[in-house]
């Protein structure tokens, strides 16, 4: 492996946080989102459509339980959720999914740092599968 000559030259921008905490690993992975990924606001005007003006997105309890990234199926109908566990432990997650065109609430059992990737159909169905949408059993 051969090193990149100008890697380290130039200016460097990072931000640095210290937060004080009891153990919680979940609560601090909570707040390092919060400081790596700021929610982004998107400004826009109220028009004609058929999606409400705002957006719930999603709700779980535990707030050990995080919630990555949703995005549309790229086949088919229904939501891809990427949730994981934060605090090191199992969890029983309770997980209420507003989507623009229906709602779907269901339960999830995740261990220790287990990472989930589910298909999440209208018809409320959830299924294990993987980002690129391989079917799982």
């Not at 507003?98 to 740092?113: A, G, L, M």
């Amino acid at each position: 492996v051969v090193p990149v000559a100008l890697m380290e030259q130039g200016s460097q921008v990072f931000s640095d946080a210290r937060l004080p905490h009891t153990g919680n690993l979940a609560e601090v992975t909570r707040e390092a989102i919060l400081v790596n990924q700021p929610p982004e606001r998107i400004m826009g005007t109220n028009h004609e459509g058929e999606l409400p003006t705002t957006y719930r997105g999603i709700e779980i309890a535990p707030q050990s339980v995080i919630c990555e990234s949703i995005k549309y199926a790229e086949e088919g109908d229904g939501m891809i959720l990427r949730l994981y566990e934060t605090a090191g432990k199992s969890a029983r997650a309770e997980i209420h999914h507003h989507s623009p065109h229906y709602e779907v609430n269901f339960s999830r059992t995740f261990s220790k740092n287990e990472i989930q990737t589910l298909w999440v159909l209208p018809d409320g169905t959830v299924k294990e599968t993987d980002m690129v949408e391989h079917r799982m059993r």
